[in-house]
Structures are given as C-alpha cells and as structure tokens.
C-alpha cells in the first residue's frame, strides 16, 4: 500500500543537540510539507517543497532545516537553536498537478521531546 | 489573509445525539474546502471536501455543504458513535501560494456511550 512514513514515532532529545526527522512517501507526489502540532492548538507549517532540489520557508521555519534530494524522501532537522522543539511534527504530501482540489496525506507523526 | 475559523472544543455528545462543528473562512479567490479528522496519537486523514460553491462533501455519515454566501463549511453527522471521538481539522487550499493548506484550530469531539 501507497503511503507515508515518519520515523521514529518517538524521538527524544538532549539540549543543545540537532536531530532528524525522516519522512519517505511512495506515492509519487511531487509536493511535500512540515507541520508542527502543539497540544490544543492546529498545524503551523514548517517547511514545504513543490519539487526536488527545491523547498521554501512556512510560517514557523526559524531553528529548522530540510533538504530535497529524492522524490520520495523529505528529512527534517530540528536545530539547538529551535527553543522549544517539543511538539508532534506532521509530514504531508499532496499529489502532483492537482491543485488546490487535493486534499494532503499525512504520515503518522513522529514525537519530540526535550530530555 | 486566508484564514479558518472553527468553533472551539470540547464537544461533548452522548451516542447518537446530532453533531455540528461550525467552520467559517477566509479567503481571496475560491479556494477548496476540507475537513480532516485526527484520532489519538496519528496523522491527520481526510474526511470530506469540496470544491466549489453549492457542493456537499459527504463521507461515513459526515457531511458538509460549501456556502459560499456565508463562507462556512459546517460539519454534520446526524448520529455519533463512542468511535467518532476525535478532533476534527476545516481547512482551505487555493492555487496560489504554493497550493499550502491553511488549518484550522480543531475542535475535539468526545462521545459518551
């Protein structure tokens, strides 16, 4: 079956350390996304990339980074200058020259927190 | 700007009673509208959409019709099991701006048996 996966479900993190966040698809969309989750609260979006080589800026993307390298993978990294990492990050995708009019597959989210 | 605006939770219904999770939007240009939901401990899956004006989305029993007079997007089920507990996501895409989804708050849904 077609999907997403995000790895690890739980990840936990020293102070002052960078980790990584994996997110592979074998859908074969070309649009991939970062959402950060806090308890009670929507999506906020991290980083998103339409295509590979390519990835631009959400609206919380300060203390992250991505890369692009493959179609199918889109790795996340939390930095130690990300102040308050302890969140659910979300990974999506979104099915290519679909527009507006497809709807976003998410994967099962993975779990940071601050030891 | 584009934005959505849900009502806030919790929603606290006993099984079978009538659900309603009011969502109104913001947008320039027409944009796609979607509702998500998100049980404990996943990823969001969707659950309906429309795409444009007068269109009802509808899925499990759920459903929710586009006005775009009103700009709302209300979700309705006209009987709730324990298994709908969840939150429930509105959100919008447009074309523009790198066809990015704006989300809604959520509301969280508990049904009591």
């Known amino acids: 079956d077609g999907g997403i996966t995000q790895s690890p479900k739980y990840l936990f993190r020293k102070e002052g350390q960078n980790v990584t966040l994996s997110c592979e698809q074998n859908l074969n969309h070309d649009a991939m996304y970062w959402y950060r989750q806090d308890p009670g609260q929507g999506l906020r979006l991290i980083y998103y990339s339409q295509i590979v080589n390519d990835f631009q800026k959400g609206d919380i993307a300060e203390g992250y980074s991505v890369s692009r390298e493959k179609k199918e993978s889109f790795p996340l990294t939390v930095t130690s200058a990300q102040k308050n990492p302890t969140a659910f990050y979300l990974c999506a995708s979104k099915p290519p020259r679909g527009g507006s009019n497809q709807p976003q597959h998410f994967g099962d989210g993975t779990r940071l927190s601050i030891l | 700007g584009n934005s959505v605006t849900q009502m806030e939770g919790p929603v606290t219904l006993s099984e079978e009673a009538f659900l309603t999770i009011n969502c109104t939007y913001t947008a320039t240009g027409y944009p796609s509208l979607f509702w998500y939901v998100q049980y404990p401990g996943e990823g969001l899956q969707l659950l309906l959409k429309a795409t444009k004006a007068d269109d009802k989305g509808s899925n499990k029993g759920f459903e929710a019709t586009y006005r775009k007079e009103t700009t709302s997007f209300h979700l309705e089920k006209g009987s709730v099991q324990v298994s709908d507990s969840a939150v429930y996501f509105c959100?919008?895409?447009?074309?523009?701006?790198?066809?990015?989804?704006?989300f809604g708050a959520g509301t969280r849904l508990f049904v009591k048996a």
């Open positions: 959100a919008l895409s447009l074309d523009t701006g790198g066809f990015k989804t704006i």
